[in-house]
């Protein structure tokens, strides 16, 4: 059982950074593909941005690409998501997800486990 612990997230402002962290515990944090997830009030969780298990993979969707940049330290068992000229548009709670596959994590039907979210508001 992976257990997986988000922070970072706080009211910024728009254009400003954040850097979200996800730490993970109860598993070989190596052996798991990490990504971020985001969800907005009344919208379904999309994807953010994945990465392998080892790193050398990442991928990021469309909506934040050139702007955010997934990372992880598996020496730390930590996951980081540095988020760059933030707009209102990415408000959101953010989550962290954990998925034994191969390759990068990229769609919620491949997540097994999950963080409780942190709360990402970008003010215009």
């Known amino acids: 059982q992976v257990q997986l612990v988000e922070s970072g997230g706080r009211l910024v402002q728009a254009g400003g950074s954040l850097r979200l962290s996800c730490a993970a515990s109860?598993?070989?944090?190596?052996?798991?593909?990490m990504g971020w997830f985001r969800q907005a009030p009344g919208k379904e969780r999309e994807f953010v941005a994945g990465i392998s298990r080892g790193g050398v993979s990442t991928y990021a969707a469309d909506s934040v690409k050139g702007r955010f940049t997934i990372s992880r330290d598996n020496a730390k068992n930590t996951v980081y998501l540095q988020m760059n000229s933030l707009k209102p548009e990415d408000t959101a709670v953010y989550y962290c997800?954990?998925?034994?596959?191969?390759?990068?994590?990229?769609?919620?039907?491949?997540?097994?486990?999950w963080g409780q979210g942190t709360q990402v508001t970008v003010s215009s």
């Open positions: 997800a954990a998925s034994p596959s191969w390759g990068v994590l990229t769609s919620t039907r491949r997540v097994d486990y």
């Open positions: 109860g598993g070989t944090f190596s052996s798991y593909a």
